[in-house]
């Protein structure tokens, strides 16, 4: 019975892992499959082989035969996708006679707020900002923490030992938040140094939560922070929203810490997301291969 | 007549090239040379043919054996000497007698001031202060671009490049000199990003010129970021110096650049270096081996 039957599948992918949902042609979910990374950008075999995975999984869940997973058209949402010559080669890679390849953002966004208007901050190691207004989607954002993804958990995390390093040299007045952060590091400035020095963003991201639990115990630098990355984020609002009292969505893992913390105009027009990246890219899947908008 | 004579090498190395230069036992210089890298950082082994090359190179200028070279015994100053390891390591891996390999600012400072007094502001594609006071030296900074190295090369670049992509999203306005990175990527964000994530600290700092050719054309972001690298700098001063009367140099790539921009008051202290690193690691071989200060 199963077998006759069409099927589709949704990809959610980021650095730390990879989802796959697949659903019935209502966008009912069958199954569901977690796998490694499929971070484009580090490794394109990492991710193709993290990609084929959880499909394979999902597919063999429901008793599918494996050599059906080719035949099943899907939709995937991978960080990095942005770059053509990569979403290109991943595509070329693997084995789907219908195959789409969007950003993580614009799954996120589809999940948070379905497929009409609206706008979704998804705010994590990095942060990107992704919405659609009378039907034309746009991305703000999400350049990479070297030179972008102000208030992402990477950038958080930099800017305290940054500030911490300041302290050391006495530079700037300490507070218990850059303290703590010495202490972690037994006092020892190079070891903040080697520490940078090989650090992917999610190291850096670690430190995230301290800047947060800090500040809320009214840390001087922990609440100069945070307010440096709300300002940033409420920056961008009014930059990405057609007027100041448009709907949003906060997402992404710090998503809801940085909601709770936005100034109230914000926080009035903040609404809860509708599901979550997977979910989105399972809607495209179905709109996008069979024409319906769930 | 030459192999009756004492001889001392000083050397001073960095991630772009090495210096040596032989001299006799009252520090006049007898020959020079230069060679590759000598980061310890970066490789250990290039550092130490770099290191060799340019020692071995200024000993036969004078006609010395080869063999002689071991036995000269040699002052060095180079970039990430502070890490023990490193420093140790290194070492163990140079075939001379009687070595000191201390960081390139202790040189730099020695040749800026002499061995009284002073201090040195060493900004260059990185930033580090070297002071001493009573006899007694210290470093302040140095902590390198991803979390210190405020107002260096590098650190101005990432800047730029990061205001260039929040003004290509229309977070912030523009100016020529957003605009002039911008035409330079192809108005490729995505170009900004791939140069970034491969970018060694050096290649950042190529955008400093720029930086300050704006800013004197009165750029606004240009002005800004002039002043913010300037009040970063003074910031620093202001606790370095034992009072705010006391003189400073300003030295490195940028050095001169930054002491033309400096607020009047710190100008009226701002002197002249005596001579540059390579000077100083001779003076500090001869006080070191020779027992004499020059």
């Given at each position: 019975?199963v077998?006759?039957?069409?099927?589709?599948?949704?990809v959610?992918?980021?650095?730390?892992?990879?989802r796959?949902?697949?659903?019935?042609?209502?966008?009912?979910p069958?199954?569901?499959?977690?796998?490694?990374?499929?971070n484009?950008?580090?490794?394109?075999?990492?991710?193709?082989?993290?990609?084929?995975?959880?499909?394979?999984e999902?597919v063999?869940?429901?008793?599918l035969?494996?050599?059906?997973?080719?035949?099943?058209?899907?939709?995937?949402?991978?960080?990095?996708?942005?770059y053509?010559?990569?979403?290109?080669k991943?595509?070329?890679?693997?084995?789907f006679e219908?195959?789409?390849?969007?950003?993580?953002?614009?799954?996120?966004?589809?999940?948070?707020?379905?497929?009409?208007?609206?706008?979704?901050?998804?705010i994590g190691t990095?942060?990107?900002y992704q919405?659609?207004?009378?039907?034309?989607?746009?991305?703000?954002?999400g350049?990479g923490?070297?030179v972008?993804?102000?208030?992402?958990g990477?950038?958080?995390?930099?800017e305290?030992?940054?500030?911490?390093?300041?302290?050391?040299?006495?530079?700037?007045?300490g507070?218990?938040?850059?303290?703590?952060v010495?202490?972690?590091f037994?006092?020892?400035?190079?070891?903040?140094?080697e520490f940078a020095q090989?650090?992917?963003p999610?190291?850096?991201?670690t430190?995230?939560?301290?800047?947060?639990?800090?500040?809320?115990k009214g840390?001087?630098f922990?609440?100069?922070l945070?307010?440096?990355a709300?300002?940033?984020?409420e920056?961008?609002?009014?930059?990405?929203?057609?007027?100041?009292?448009?709907p949003?969505c906060m997402?992404?893992?710090l998503?809801?810490i940085?909601?709770?913390?936005?100034?109230?105009?914000?926080?009035?027009h903040?609404?809860?997301?509708?599901?979550?990246?997977?979910s989105g890219a399972?809607?495209?899947?179905?709109?996008s291969?069979?024409?319906?908008?769930?």
């Open positions: 019975m077998e006759d039957q069409k099927f589709y599948l949704g959610d992918g980021g650095g730390t892992g990879c796959a949902c697949l659903c019935d042609a209502d966008g009912v069958l199954s569901f499959a977690k796998a490694g990374s499929a484009i950008m580090s490794s394109l075999d990492v991710a193709r082989d993290s990609i084929l995975q959880c499909c394979s999902a063999e869940q429901i008793g035969p494996a050599e059906k997973l080719s035949q099943i058209p899907v939709y995937m949402g991978l960080a990095g996708a942005e053509e010559a990569l979403n290109t991943l595509k070329q890679r693997l084995p219908n195959i789409i390849v969007e950003t993580d953002a614009r799954i996120s966004l589809e999940g948070a707020v379905g497929s009409g208007d609206g706008a979704a901050a998804i990095g942060s990107i919405y659609r207004y009378n039907g034309v989607e746009k991305t703000t954002g350049w923490f070297m972008g993804d102000l208030s992402g990477a950038w958080l995390g930099r305290l030992l940054q500030e911490t390093l300041l302290v050391y040299d006495g530079i700037h007045a507070s218990p938040l850059t303290q703590a010495l202490d972690q037994g006092n020892n400035p190079q070891k903040i140094v090989g650090a992917s999610a190291s850096f991201g430190f995230a939560p301290m800047v947060f639990d800090f500040a809320d840390d001087s922990g609440v100069r945070v307010h440096k709300v300002a940033n984020i920056e961008t609002l009014d930059r990405i929203l057609p007027d100041a009292t448009s949003f997402i992404g893992g998503g809801a940085y909601a709770q913390r936005l100034g109230d105009d914000y926080k009035k903040l609404i809860a997301a509708k599901g979550d990246a997977l399972v809607s495209l899947a179905i709109q291969f069979n024409g319906r908008i769930l």
